[in-house]
């Protein structure tokens, strides 16, 4: 049973250009998350998938930032025309969700590092 | 939306000392409060968590209490060792909608000298 796999593992890119981030939750979990993590930062949330509900958003924190889940699994991360403050650990999380809140299950992240 | 603030945002402590950290949060519709910890250069994983519906659970030298009045709970780690070294983070979640999107502290970096 392998863990949620992300890809890739270190991103090093310019300012300006596009970046796609990957996820591959644990399989059969429904809810799958992405969160942020800059230095010495706490965990910030970016957007969440459910089933086949459409995804929360909210956390998104402009419109450069996109993702996608096909078929209820793998997830990708799309940041366009990235800038400085982009650099961060992006970290996606799966849960099980059996009816009620219970336990991420994380990745090891993708570093993310803009120059 | 959910507020959560952690105190201390970093914790130094001598190897057998307790450790406490402590959460608030501003929505009352909370009711699941779980524990990670992130060693360095590592994943966050759970080490505890907690529902609205009891006020302290204990798994070993771990312990959580929850104050669902005053909006706070708190992480204790009794005869700390070495190895707990690390990032602690706490979270607040409801089922706003049918979603649980937990809301994550600042994280306390917790530092056990030998």
Known sequence: GAGVSQSPSNKVTEKGKDVELRCD???????????????????EFLIYFQGNSAP????LPSDRFSAERTGGSVSTLTIQRTQQEDSAVYLCASSLLPGGPGELFF??????TVL | GENVEQHPSTLSVQEGDSAVIKCTYSDSASNYFPWYKQELGKRPQLIIDIRSNVGEKKDQRIAVTLNKT???FSLHITETQPEDSAVYFCAASSASGGSYIPTFGRGTSLIVHP
């Open chain 1, 56 to 59: 929360d958003k909210s956390g």
């Open chain 2, 70 to 72: 005053a909006k706070h």
């Open chain 1, 107 to 112: 990745g090891e992240g993708s570093r993310l």
């Open chain 1, 25 to 43: 939750p644990i399989s059969g979990h429904t809810a799958l998350y992405w969160y942020r993590q800059s230095l010495g930062q706490g965990l």
